[in-house]
């Protein structure tokens, strides 16, 4: 009878072990799942917004293209943009992106937006984040004169 409880004792040890194994895989696995977040940091610029980085912005813009479909004064009448149909936003415009934040921008601009293709991994985030000074610098041209006193 000894040795019949020490064998159900011995068992229930091995089932609460495997059991804190599998609940620790599935955790992970679970954190993995639904933790999984996209680096759309909600924090602000990592990159000044000065002069220097809206220009290394232009540069980006231009080599990369952006400005065949925006257009290069961020209007969207690019070439590329018009031979493709899109309808390609204007930059430009104050309205368009009053409502974004800068990191949005940053998550579009990294991973695209409707017919807009995705930089993805092609340029660091300081890079991204000097195209979003640059797109930003696009419509304070335009802005209201009350928008450009407080810029
Ligand atoms: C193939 C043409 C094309 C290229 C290249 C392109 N865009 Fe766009 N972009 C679009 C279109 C089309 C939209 C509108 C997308 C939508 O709203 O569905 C857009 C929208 C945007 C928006 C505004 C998103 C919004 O919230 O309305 C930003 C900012 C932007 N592009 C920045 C860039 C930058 C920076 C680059 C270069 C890295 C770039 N785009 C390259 C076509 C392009």
């Known amino acids: 009878m000894k040795r019949l ?18 609940y620790a895989v599935i955790y ?29 912005g232009r540069r980006l813009a231009t080599l990369r293209g952006c400005l065949g479909c925006h257009g290069k004064d961020g209007d969207g009448k690019g070439e590329v943009g018009a031979d493709m149909k ?17 990191g949005e921008l940053f ?14 991994t092609r340029l660091k985030s300081d890079e991204l984040w000097s195209l979003v000074n640059y797109v930003r610098s696009l419509a304070k041209k335009n802005a209201a004169p009350e928008d450009k006193k407080r810029q």
């Open 5 to 22: 409880l020490r064998w159900i004792g011995v068992g229930a040890g091995v089932l609460v072990v495997l059991g804190a194994v599998a």
């Open 86 to 102: 899109l309808k390609v936003s204007d930059l430009s415009d104050p309205a368009t992106l009053k409502d974004r934040t800068d």
């Open 28 to 56: 992970v696995m679970s954190e993995r799942i639904f933790g999984r977040h996209y680096d759309a940091p909600a924090s602000a610029l990592t990159v000044p917004s000065d002069a220097a980085s809206i220009a290394e």
């Open 107 to 120: 998550y579009i601009i990294k991973n695209g937006k409707g017919d807009m293709p995705p930089e993805g």
